[in-house]
């Protein structure tokens, strides 16, 4: 099971991007990088996933480096409304060796 | 289109008390799963369905925790008795199929006195 660690805590202006890096060194072939939010009272909330490519959608861009050691999840212009706590997780495998492993986040404060 | 429902949102019961909480996953979706979150932390896996079939409960309580999905559909998480350490949110997710995104509910949250 891949674990990925991530900063406690970022603080990034309104209208700025806020760039949220994840660090997954022991990530094996299988397994693909997701990345969700949490927003407080909520359930968690799908951003994107990737796996070796560089992926983009309507909430955000995900930046996975070439050895997948590690990644980056950009919200291009943060509002105030991304203030949440942001996972990182590592998942793949078969249904046996399949795990879900969600780590404390980091707690992104946007600031106006 | 509906997303996770739970019921009840917020529940309050005395140590030693029973409690269930119920999941209606997205229509379709294959795969249900039950986590528990404890104030400032990640959400904690505790068993994962596939259909009616629990593939992973690796890390539910057994003494005194259980959970069925009949028929492949809703889910029921129970705890009996409770005690003053399982005080957290549960929250319950489902997936077209395993591997894919995963979608949540909003929770319950349990406190016990």
């Known amino acids: 099971d891949a674990k990925t660690t991530q900063p406690p805590s970022m603080d990034c202006a309104e209208g700025r991007a806020a760039n949220l890096p994840c660090n997954h060194s022991t990530i094996s072939g299988n397994e693909y990088v997701y990345w969700y939010r949490q927003i407080h009272s909520q359930g968690p909330q799908y951003i994107i996933h990737g796996l070796k490519n560089n992926e983009t959608n309507e909430m955000a861009s995900l930046i996975i480096t070439e050895d997948r050691k590690s990644s980056t999840l950009i919200l291009p212009h943060a509002t105030l409304r991304d203030t949440a706590v942001y996972y990182c997780?590592?998942?793949?495998?078969?249904?046996?060796?399949?795990?879900?492993?969600f780590g404390a986040g980091t707690r992104l404060f946007v600031k106006a | 289109e509906a997303g996770v429902v739970q019921s009840p949102r917020y529940k309050i019961i005395e140590k030693k008390q029973p409690v269930a909480f119920w999941c209606n996953p997205i229509?379709?979706?294959?795969?249900l799963y039950w986590y528990r979150q404890n104030l400032g932390q990640g959400p904690e896996l505790l068993i994962r369905?596939?259909?009616?079939?629990?593939?992973?409960d690796s890390q539910l309580p057994k003494d005194r925790f259980s959970a069925e999905r009949l028929k492949g559909v809703d889910s029921t998480l129970k705890i009996q008795p409770a005690e003053l350490g399982d005080s957290a949110v549960y929250l319950c997710a489902s997936s077209f199929f395993l591997g894919y995104e995963q979608y949540f509910g909003p929770g319950t949250r349990l406190t016990v006195t």
């Open positions: 997780i590592a998942q793949g495998g078969d249904t046996g060796g399949f795990k879900t492993i």
């Open positions: 229509s379709g979706h294959n795969t």
């Open positions: 369905y596939e259909n009616e079939e629990a593939v992973d």
